[in-house]
């Protein structure tokens, strides 16, 4: 019994020293050791998006997640070049959205067109092209009594009348919203580039305005089409041109009331209040480090800059299919 006892306590302490000596070299060697901070970097952020996306899906009035009724997806895009450039190639963007997902899609795009109102009402013989920004569509869309003027418009405009304007007029005025489950809207910066106003602190509906007029056709359409979902693109990177024709960062070139970058980040807020998807294309997508890959000039989408718009869209439109 006593000899039991007598190992019993002096193995437990010589475990206790073992672990001592260990523990104290331990130290002494990794004394003062830096941490490397790029690997950690790499670990804990690897496949972490750097982006300000804001993906949601559409919600009823008691919050509840609104699915679509029937197996088919029903997409109308609305918006300018990044959606209106090689507007009947299988390489269009639009195009590619409906071979990605299979959906019906309407390509309500205008080349030309703006997502800021020049006027806070359609004047269409001083400001012909308001009736083909966002806000004056999406009248058409809800069937107000504005079609007449858009007839108006083109006759002014003569021969810079956008090509696709008229089946862009007729299709969203026939359409059965009804039937519709998404509203896609992608603008690119150039509104930025002709130095637009970009938000009215005093108006968050003001249509003259880059965000407000989005917000103004976002509440008409929520307004009479509740069940549908928004999934709004941000512009993408786009160089400003000096006075000299050259190339610079849109970073730190103003045309109006500030840089693309501020433009892309009031747009956001907008959808945040609105409480409607935003996919930041001009950080998450294709943006300064990488522009010159995917532009084909200074604006304007190639073909591998579309894919990953397309790409963007698609894993939006299924985010909440997971």
Not at 304 to 311: F, I, T
Request: proline share 3%; glycine share 4%; net charge negative.
């Amino acid at each position: 019994m006593h000899i039991k006892r007598f190992i019993n306590i002096h193995t437990i302490l010589l475990l206790v020293f073992v672990i001592t000596v260990l523990g104290v070299t331990y130290r002494f060697f990794n004394w003062g050791r830096l941490v490397d901070l790029d690997a950690i970097m790499a670990e804990d952020f690897e496949g972490k998006p750097d982006n300000m996306d804001l993906i949601l899906p559409a919600l009823d009035k008691d919050h509840n997640t609104i699915t679509d009724k029937d197996d088919t997806t029903t997409i109308v895009c609305f918006g300018n070049a990044p959606f209106a450039d090689d507007r009947d190639s299988k390489n269009n963007l639009a195009n590619l959205i409906a071979q990605k997902t299979g959906a019906t899609v309407y390509n309500c795009s205008v080349s030309g067109s703006y997502l800021a109102a020049q006027n806070f009402t359609l004047d269409a013989s001083k400001y012909p092209m308001d009736a083909y920004n966002f806000y004056w569509l999406t009248q058409v869309a809800v069937k107000g009594p504005t079609n007449t003027r858009y007839k108006q418009a083109n006759r002014f405009l003569g021969d810079a009348a956008p090509p696709e304007g008229v089946w862009v007029y007729e299709t969203l005025y026939e359409l059965d919203f009804n039937e519709v489950d998404v509203i896609a809207i992608m603008y690119d910066a150039s509104d930025y580039l002709a130095g637009h106003e970009m938000y009215n602190d005093d108006n968050n509906t003001d249509i003259q305005q880059f965000t407000g007029n989005l917000e103004a056709g976002v509440e008409l359409l929520q307004s009479n089409y509740p069940h549908l979902r928004f999934i709004v693109m941000s512009p993408t990177y786009a160089f400003a041109v000096d006075e000299e024709g050259k190339y610079v960062s849109s970073d730190i070139y103003t045309y109006g009331q500030d840089v693309l970058s501020t433009y892309a980040i009031k747009q956001l807020d907008s959808c945040f209040d609105r409480s409607i998807t935003y996919i930041d294309n001009l950080y998450g997508t294709i943006h300064e480090d990488n522009a010159s890959e995917y532009l084909i000039d200074n604006l304007h989408l190639n073909q591998a800059g579309r894919e990953l718009v397309a790409d963007r869209f698609v894993d939006a439109l299924h985010y909440y299919d997971k």
